[in-house]
């Protein structure tokens, strides 16, 4: 049992910043990887960032120098820095948490996503 509560979308004009939280709580396990997709209507979910449980990150070419992701294990939160926001970025942002249990293939659980808009 993951749940993923996500907060901090909302409106922002072009050029502005918005951070995004999402807190897991749950049977988590240690190793595990988090992360923020996006999805458009009518375009497929997205990867935007992932972080592992040890600090290795990954970006699309799209946010990356725009983009942070980062973590607080203790916490079991991770985070989105999100500056220079353009129109394009406008979505509604998904948290994932990927689950590795030491057998078979491993637990992804999603948050419900928040809406984020950048006004050009």
């Known amino acids: 049992q993951v749940q993923l509560v996500e907060s901090g979308g909302g409106l922002v004009q072009a050029g502005g910043s918005l951070r995004l939280s999402c807190a897991a709580a749950?049977?988590?396990?240690?190793?595990?990887?988090m992360g923020w997709y996006r999805h458009t209507p009518g375009k497929q979910r997205k990867l935007v960032a992932t972080i592992t449980s040890g600090g290795l990150t990954n970006y699309a070419d799209s946010v990356k120098g725009r983009f942070t992701i980062s973590r607080d294990n203790a916490k079991n939160t991770v985070y989105l820095q999100m500056n220079s926001l353009k129109p394009e970025d406008t979505a509604v942002y998904f948290c994932k948490l990927v689950r590795y249990s030491g057998y078979g293939p491993p637990d992804d659980y999603w948050g419900q996503g928040t809406q984020v808009t950048v006004s050009s």
């Open positions: 749950g049977s988590i396990f240690s190793i595990n990887t």
